[in-house]
């Protein structure tokens, strides 16, 4: 069972940035693809970013992209995973998850592993 921590969530003004980062640990050195999804008040959860285990390949949701980046650790640092979001909009505004999977395709959308969450809030 792997435990899933989340950070660095908070309060900003639209234009501005924040880094969110996540800590996957499970006592073993297994590879995760790992990603976030996002919950906006009144709406279903929608995936917003994915990386590889090697952290070679991402993917994003078209909402995101060219603003947000996801990356992640290397070596022992593998299972950190960081999202930076630059010119945030009031729509991002939401509660952000961590997640991971053993499954060696980063493009999946359905994952095994959930981190409790972390709250952005992005004021106009």
């Known amino acids: 069972q792997v435990q899933l921590v989340e950070s660095g969530g908070g309060l900003v003004q639209a234009g501005g940035s924040l880094r969110i980062s996540c800590v996957a640990s499970d006592g073993a050195s297994r590879n995760y693809v790992m990603g976030w999804f996002r919950q906006a008040p009144g709406k279903e959860r929608e995936f917003v970013a994915s990386?590889?285990?090697?952290?070679?390949?991402?993917?994003?949701a078209d909402s995101v992209r060219g603003r947000f980046t996801i990356s992640r650790g290397n070596g022992k640092a593998k299972n950190t995973m960081y999202l930076q979001m630059n010119n945030l909009k009031p729509e991002d505004t939401a509660v952000y998850y961590c997640v991971a999977d053993t499954a060696s395709d980063y493009t999946i959308r359905e994952y095994d592993y959930w981190g409790q969450g972390t709250r952005v809030t992005v004021s106009a």
């Open positions: 990386i590889s285990w090697k952290g070679r390949s991402t993917d994003y």
